[in-house]
């Protein structure tokens, strides 16, 4: 018995590892198809006998894709995408992490009301806010403006959360010996639990890059100037003009999620050390 339980295990680890490859492929085929589709020509994409991959790899897709800058500015659109994500991802980091560390760390009256209140906007529906933000834009002068793209997207309670819960993970003894060595809390927050945090900070800014990325609505509705359009709202004018040249829309698409897929392999590293900060806690 004890051979053949020996045995066993092996295979079902096998057995594991081969479903979860087999899933991964799956999930990632749809991507090389899109990748490998934009670098085919369009006689070859419509031919009898499909291909994975092109025969004659070339990037006519491409050319033509940025050669109609006129008409639909993709290098604008992704320019625009890129500063607005970036924009909101830091400012959200900037402001979550100040109003964690005030919901963490900071004792004042009613703190705990306060973080109950803004632990039940997450409960509120985007479509129930949609229009009184956008007569807020208005207002304020911000419609067809990057502000009004950027600014709403810093109210956000789920960076808040998700901060707050890591800053009470981490010991107060760190803290406890800056302050015995005059460090006020300004000093504490920016030496002390920020580069504690890089792990909690990472995840928030992967979350919150991608979804300013895919952003469709709120760009489609506080924006009318064609110059202001995002990727992800210039590619749906795209699709309708180009709908059945399949080469170039996926050209289209490559270059709206390549970048997407460029920042989580970048900020996904930082993830993992989160797995070291275990055993700092209390």
Not at 21 to 28: C, G, H, P, T, Y
Not at 144 to 170: D, H, K, M, S, W
Not at 240 to 261: D, F, K, N, Q, S
Request: positive net charge.
């Amino acid at each position: 018995m004890g051979r053949l339980s020996g045995i066993r295990w092996p295979a079902r680890g096998l057995i594991s590892q081969g479903l979860m490859i087999v899933i991964a492929l799956v999930m990632v085929f749809p991507v090389i198809w899109m990748l490998s589709t934009s670098f085919t020509r369009e006689s070859e994409i419509l031919s009898a006998i499909p291909h994975v991959f092109p025969s004659h790899p070339t990037i006519e897709n491409y050319r033509q894709l940025f050669t109609k800058s006129e008409e639909f500015p993709v290098v604008r659109w992704f320019l625009n995408s890129l500063g607005i994500a970036c924009a909101v991802t830091f400012l959200v980091l900037t402001v979550a992490s100040t109003a964690a560390y005030a919901f963490a760390r900071l004792h004042f009256k009613g703190r705990d009301t306060l973080f109950f209140v803004v632990l039940a906007t997450m409960m509120i529906p985007g479509q129930v806010s949609l229009i009184p933000v956008f007569l807020i834009v208005q207002k304020l002068g911000l419609f067809n403006n990057y502000g009004g793209i950027i600014l709403p997207g810093l109210a956000g309670a789920f960076g808040v959360f998700l901060l707050r819960q890591f800053f009470i993970q981490l010991p107060m003894e760190l803290e406890e010996a800056a302050f015995l060595d005059g460090a006020n809390h300004l000093t504490i927050f920016l030496k002390v639990i920020l580069p504690l945090s890089k792990p909690a900070l990472a995840t928030l800014a992967i979350f919150t890059f991608i979804g300013s990325w895919n952003d469709f609505v709120w760009p489609l509705i506080v924006t009318n100037d064609v110059n202001m359009r995002t990727l992800p709202v210039g590619l749906s004018i795209f699709q309708g003009r180009y709908t059945l040249e399949y080469g170039l829309t996926m050209a289209a698409a490559a270059v709206t999620t390549v970048p997407m897929i460029v920042a989580f392999l970048i900020f996904q590293r930082r993830i993992t050390e989160g797995i070291a900060l275990q055993g700092l806690k209390d």
